[in-house]
């Protein structure tokens, strides 16, 4: 007996979804196969958005629905273009309605099978033709997403060389408008810097900056030009600004650091001391270590400089965190004093200045590039090698992999490549960058990558007005439980977890491939219970999204007045107290192209991406299931009562953060 299946093909909303291309289906079932048949409706079938239903037919019924097939091919004289597939939805014979989710690119006589919604584990599977189908999907997947070493030393990435080798399924879906705007000459005209790009001359006054820099302000840039020189506001952006994550508690003087009591006697006052302050928790410490013998170049024919700073914090009785003794060298010395806010104001604004520049290439290299970006590359890698579509921490976690392969290209192109802007803008060069990240690698934890360890272990839990701390904690927590009741519905016992060879595959090559095997990470090799995949999990979600935010967003609001933020600097550090004028600042900054093209960098690395999807929403439905649509909602409405409370919090502040909105969150590194 005839049996009908009436099948619903949805095509994406973004632009250039739809296609002319003829489109194929086959129903493959436990009973057989239906024909290949063309679906048609005598119109144009797949507009962009557009849901058509269609008849399927076959001679019997096929049973157990297991997987769908489809295929493109070009149409007549027509040119080829791809095609994006959301949803097909089946109404089989016995009235049951079937999901099948797509949510990928097509290109020309590309066939793809897809397996229905149900998310299933490896052991749960019944039918050998959805085992073949699991592994033949990871076999294609490992030739497809291979690991490729970027630098020896660092972690591995995906051996795509440029973008477009990138299979379709995983590039922009704004391709070519992304592509134009990631490059320098675009931003500085979008920010009105153009004619300054060629300008290989020291800047030569303040007022010549102010002016230059006018036209790129915003509400915070405008508050940092004022206030740039202020201790107060150094020591807040060091907790609020886009780099809140070198600054720790000090509970004993470093050895190599020659401040003592008597110097800041006058400066903490005559009831205290610089030990006993230490004891009360109020003394913290950034120390730019990791900087020392990193090689640097010569830009405009000038040889480059950086310091290796130790930098000492004081939290006043008010609560205000001010910078009190910068040592610009690691090793005690005659030529290396330790400047104080006692001092001259050009000789302590200068020491302030070579901590500045330290901190933007940490910020940069350690931080930004290799713990959001690269981390995601692993992270995105691994899932695709060891978990199927159809595996429920896969459909967990695909929609925060979206577009990292392409925007990883891009920077590695465009920023950190022998031309890239970084390489030529930056003091260290693409070489130091690479010798930073290295050796910020060698002292990654799986500790510090976890917010509430990393807050602990630095000493952070009481430090005031600290609102990155605060915003984070309640993302933690969100993502965190949204994760456990998630992993709770497929993992209901430790044994589930331990019985799951493809994720133990998918932990053990993030550990090999991504942390290089180093046990000293204490990155799990293996998983052993469910609390720990939850917490691993959390941490993956949190980086890709709300940490890499916290790290991207306000790069420009608090660089795009470059001394507050300077990337190269041209005087060595000074070795004596006492001989700095405005000329010495002058000459010690940047020159003016040197200064406009890393604005820009920090322009394209700010921007609101143009299809951003925030933290918490999920427009493509990979489970199809009402109990963790239920527990999205959930976490939606908790993220969105989070961004207005931000909100109305902001508004007493002089000085708004804003980075760990959710609302203003990307749910994955895509910009």
Known sequence: MEAVYEVEVTTGFMTHAGTFDNIFITLIGTQGESERTRLDSYGRDFKTGMKVKYIVTTKFTLAHLLLIRLEKDQFMFLPENDWFCSMISVRTPEKDVIFFPCYRWMADREVVELREAKAM???????????????????????????????????????????????????????????????????????????????????????????????????ISEYVHQHWMDDDFFGYQLLNGPHPMMLRRCTERPSNFAVTDDMLQPILGGETSLTLEMKNGNIFLC??????????????????????????????????????????????????????????ELD???????????????????????????????????????????????????????????????????????????????????????????KAFTELTYKSLCLPDDISDRGLESIPNFFYREDGLKLWDFINNFVRSVVQLYYQSDGDVQQDSELQDWIREIFIQGFLGQISTGIPQCFITVDELIKFIT????????????????????????????????????????????????????????????VSVFWLLSKTSPDLVPLGQYPEDYFCQAVVQKMIKHHQAELSFMSESIKDRNLRLKVPYTYLCPDQINNSVSI
């Open 121 to 219: 584990k490896i052991n749960e599977e019944k039918y050998s033709r959805l085992k073949q189908h699991r592994e033949n999907e990871l076999k294609l997947n490992k030739e497809l997403y291979q690991w490729s070493e970027y630098e020896k030393g660092l972690p591995q990435c995906a051996g795509f060389q440029e973008t477009p080798s990138l299979p379709s399924v995983v590039r922009f879906s704004f391709t070519k408008a992304m592509d134009s705007a990631f490059n320098s000459s675009t931003a500085l005209g979008e920010i009105k810097m153009k004619k300054l790009a060629n300008k290989s001359i020291p800047w030569a006054d303040i007022d010549e900056m102010k002016s230059a820099f006018w036209s790129t302000r915003t509400t």
């Open 539 to 598: 941490m993956v979600i949190f980086t890709v999204s709300a940490q890499h935010s916290a790290l991207r967003a306000g790069q420009f609001d608090y660089s795009s007045w470059f001394p507050n933020s300077p990337c190269s600097l041209r005087k060595p550090p000074p070795t004596t107290k006492g001989s700095s004028d405005r000329n010495t600042l002058l000459d010690t900054l940047p020159d003016v192209n040197t200064s406009v093209n890393m």
């Open 287 to 344: 120390d730019y270590r990791r900087l020392v013998d990193l090689p640097t170049r010569v830009i405009n024919g000038v040889q480059q400089h950086i310091a290796a700073p130790l930098c000492l914090l004081y939290k006043n009785q008010v609560g205000k965190l001010l910078p009190i003794a910068i040592q610009l060298k690691q090793q005690v010395s005659e030529g290396n004093p330790v400047f104080l806010p006692s001092d001259c």
């Open 348 to 438: 302590w604004l200068l020491a302030k200045l070579y901590v500045r520049n330290a901190d933007c290439l940490e910020h940069q290299a350690s931080f930004y590039y290799l713990r959001s970006h690269l981390l995601a590359e692993v992270f995105t890698v691994a899932l695709l090698r060891n978990l199927p579509a159809v595996h429920p921490i896969y459909k967990l976690l695909i929609p925060h992999t979206r577009y990292t392969f392409q925007i990883n290209a891009l920077i590695r192109d465009r920023l950190l490549g022998p031309e890239g802007l970084v390489t030529q803008n930056t003091s260290i060069g693409g070489e130091g960058m690479c010798d930073l990240m290295k």
